[in-house]
């Protein structure tokens, strides 16, 4: 079994920027890939970004390219997701999801394939 908690949640202004993390703990967290979801209040939870075991290969929505970037501390058992440039639409539940997989640099952007899950953290982007 492998719990994450997310952190760094919180109300910012549009423009501003936020950092989030999800601590890992159970299992070897090198042994899973990683991503990072959202879902708006009456809309379906959606893809943000995710990131390999080794942490050497990386892929992004369309909607946060060239905004957001995630990355991992392997040392640390976490995961980020730093965001800047925010924007009110990116107001989500924001959710980090690990995915067990053998292959060191692939990479799993649909949620159906993710194992584990956090609970969750409230980003909300004020106009």
């Known amino acids: 079994q492998v719990q994450l908690v997310e952190s760094g949640g919180g109300l910012v202004q549009a423009g501003g920027s936020l950092r989030l993390s999800c601590a890992a703990s159970g299992r070897t967290f090198s042994s899973y890939a990683m991503g990072w979801f959202r879902q708006a209040p009456g809309k379906d939870r959606e893809f943000v970004a995710t990131i390999s075991r080794s942490g050497s290969r990386t892929y992004y929505a369309d909607s946060v390219k060239g905004r957001f970037t995630i990355s991992r501390d392997n040392s640390k058992n976490t995961v980020y997701l730093q965001m800047n440039s925010l924007k009110p639409e990116d107001t989500a539940v924001y959710y980090c999801?690990?995915?067990?997989?053998?292959?060191?640099?692939?990479?799993?952007?649909?949620?159906?394939?993710?194992?584990?899950w956090g609970q969750g953290t409230q980003v909300s982007v004020s106009s």
């Open positions: 999801a690990a995915k067990s997989t053998t292959y060191s640099g692939y990479l799993y952007p649909r949620d159906h394939e993710y194992e584990y």
